[in-house]
């Protein structure tokens, strides 16, 4: 078993790349970009230890001809090598045999001139690389980029198909730019990217429905 550590699983999401996707979230980052928004996945927390084969086993018992995507973002997934060039290989494996197209769109907040560098397999197991850390400064309304100096770049024929460069100046606005919220018994956690103010005006209406936020995902 190849160990990994989980923020979390989501499924389904409309955002964050095309389609109905599912979301794998790895926990632990130590690109440390001020303003983050997900400062619950910064600690390597053993309680949040899962394997590769563990998240495989959630894709394959997806539902059929359901999945355009699977998103994966964290954290920080370059923090957990092994297991990430692991599970890339086993979702393209997955994907060979589902019965619909599936893109791998993958965030990391290094640079593309690191992963280049370190990660230059990252190319040939992903349609999609969303890089740059994100500066809070320079918040962009485009769908799939927290801010304006992240780059995205496509590997693939699909890639390019259902994320045209060319959209891109117009924010790839056929990709929907929304919030999601989930919630059980203990959490209320968020997908997606907000604009600046988007957070308080979600505390603030989650106040005025009598929700009283103790701790957030993006204020630890
Ligand atoms: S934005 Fe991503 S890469 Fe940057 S600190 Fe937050 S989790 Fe890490």
């Excluded at 640079?111 to 999609?128: G, I, K, Q, Y």
């Excluded at 907000?194 to 005025?208: I, K, N, S």
């Amino acid at each position: 078993m190849t160990p990994l550590l989980l923020s979390r699983l989501h499924f389904p999401i409309h955002n964050l790349g095309f389609g109905c996707r599912a979301g794998i979230w790895f926990q632990g980052c130590t690109v440390y970009c001020r303003g983050c928004i997900s400062r619950d996945t910064w600690p390597f927390d053993p309680a949040r230890g899962s394997s590769v084969e563990d998240v495989l086993a959630w894709v394959r018992a997806l539902p059929a001809d359901t999945v355009d995507g699977i998103t994966i973002s964290g954290g920080e997934p370059t923090d957990q090598l092994d297991a990430l060039r692991e599970l890339l290989a086993g979702l393209d494996d997955w994907r060979a045999g589902y019965d619909r197209p599936v893109d791998i769109l993958l965030y990391s907040g290094r640079s593309s001139e690191h992963l280049d560098r370190e990660f230059d397999w990252l190319a040939d197991s992903t349609d999609v690389l969303v890089s740059e850390p994100f500066i809070a400064a320079r918040a962009t309304d485009c769908a799939l980029r927290g801010s304006d100096n992240q780059l995205v770049r496509t590997h693939t024929d699909l890639g390019r198909d259902r994320y045209p460069e060319a959209t891109l100046e117009d924010g790839y606005r056929e990709q929907r730019r929304s919030l999601a919220l989930h919630v059980d018994d203990r959490s209320v956690w968020m997908v997606g990217i907000p604009l600046p103010g988007d957070l308080r005006r979600l505390e603030h209406d989650l106040a005025e429905r009598g929700v009283d936020l103790t701790r957030t995902s993006w204020l630890m």
